[in-house]
């Protein structure tokens, strides 16, 4: 059954620091993996979707990274700014169906004015 | 851009109550999702549809019905609801699989539900 994972639950940063988010995952023999951006009360903002052909994906600021061999995705956001604060949510194609996610529990960011 | 309406933001209702939630996609998509959402717990799929008239189960579809009479809405029903329905319940739509094609989820912005 995929897993996914992501390590820190919370942090915060100063503002215009680079952000390093992790998310790791069981099974490697994914078709790709997306990541989302969830403001409070709010529903999920597709911020991403990096391909198992790709290792990188980029949008603006936002820069996601794919190593499948190891099981890992890592989101990096530039020169944080305080707007960036939200919960950023990973998910993968689970092994149970085409059609199912597999979710990480999120990283809540605080970026600090 | 895909826009993926769910048809309240906020919504108490009482137990044993039977309670409808509709979510609407605009993008022709095949597939629909109804997510519920919880601290500590995170995303839990409820059910999905495929297709016109077709469902699926999800990991948690005790207490919960759907139905998909047209394509472009998805209706989640709380067949007799008890407190710890109490949730943020979440609608997706996706064009394709996302375990066979580059397509992605594109979620609706929530209803957050409260069951006294």
């Known amino acids: 059954k995929q897993e996914v994972t992501q390590i820190p639950a919370a942090l915060s940063v100063p503002e215009g620091e680079n952000l390093v988010l992790n998310c790791s995952f069981t099974d490697s023999a994914i078709y790709n993996l997306q990541w989302f951006r969830q403001d409070p009360g709010k529903g999920l903002t597709s911020l991403l979707l990096?391909?198992?052909?790709?290792r990188e994906q980029t949008s603006g600021r936002l820069n996601a990274s794919l190593d499948k061999s190891s099981g890992r995705s890592t989101l990096y956001i530039a020169a944080s700014q305080p707007g960036d604060s939200a919960t950023y949510l990973c998910?993968?194609?689970?092994?149970?169906?085409?059609?199912?996610?597999?979710f990480g529990k999120g990283n809540q960011v605080v970026v600090i004015p | 851009d895909v826009k993926v309406t769910q048809s309240s933001r906020y919504l108490v209702k009482r137990t044993g109550e039977k309670v409808f939630l509709e979510c609407v996609q605009d993008m022709d998509h095949e597939n629909m999702f109804w997510y519920r959402q919880d601290p500590g717990l995170g995303l839990r799929l409820i059910y999905f549809?495929?297709?016109?008239?077709?469902?699926e189960k999800g990991d948690i579809p005790e207490g919960y019905s759907v139905s998909r009479e047209k394509k472009e809405r998805f209706s989640l029903i709380l067949e007799s609801a008890s407190t710890n329905q109490t949730s943020m319940y979440l609608c997706?739509?996706?064009?394709?699989?996302?375990?066979?094609?580059?397509?992605?989820?594109?979620f609706g912005d929530g209803t957050r539900l409260s069951i006294l």
């Open positions: 997706a739509s996706s064009l394709y699989p996302q375990g066979v094609s580059n397509q992605p989820q594109h």
């Open positions: 990096i391909q198992s052909s790709q």
């Open positions: 549809s495929y297709d016109v008239k077709m469902k």
């Open positions: 998910a993968a194609p689970s092994d149970s169906g085409n059609n199912r996610l597999a």
